[in-house]
């Protein structure tokens, strides 16, 4: 058995409506606002995975359009790929894994959201793809954008 550190790679999807409002989810298992996301399967896409969690988490069918930024929480080894993405059905709901899902104004959405997770959703509207490093709780390092 190796002590090679592991790595767990996990897609979130930052929706954004034609009115510029945000997706978020409430949690179901620690009651955090979070854009929807969750971890990658093996055998898919990470278009695949973003599409899936969202679906999953608040019954909303979307498209998605870019990457908006990469993530490695330092502390648990998680790389998360977070990516802009639109609407195309479905209301949000809660489901098994939301006890609440629905469209905030961003600075609703960035209000009710810990900052390593304000800032992915942030992100998702500028110019370029951000390259972030956090603790879990605080970003520790950024590149330049």
Request: glycine share 8%.
């Amino acid at each position: 058995m190796s002590d090679d550190p592991k790595h767990s790679v996990s897609v979130a999807g930052v929706v954004v409506d034609e009115n510029e409002r945000v997706l978020l989810i409430q949690r179901r298992d620690n009651g955090r606002w979070e854009a929807p996301g969750g971890v990658l399967e093996l055998d898919e896409t990470f278009e695949d995975g973003v599409k899936r969690e969202i679906l999953e988490e608040t019954g909303v069918s979307v498209a998605v359009e870019s990457l908006s930024g990469s993530y490695k929480n330092l502390s648990r080894g998680i790389i998360a790929l977070v990516f802009r993405c639109r609407p195309l059905s479905g209301k949000p709901r809660a489901t098994d894994e939301s006890v609440d899902a629905g469209w905030f104004e961003l600075s609703e959405a960035l209000g009710r959201m810990s900052e390593v997770y304000a800032v992915r959703v942030s992100d998702a509207f500028a110019a370029t793809p951000a390259i972030r490093n956090h603790d879990g709780v605080t970003v520790t390092q950024s590149l330049p954008t």
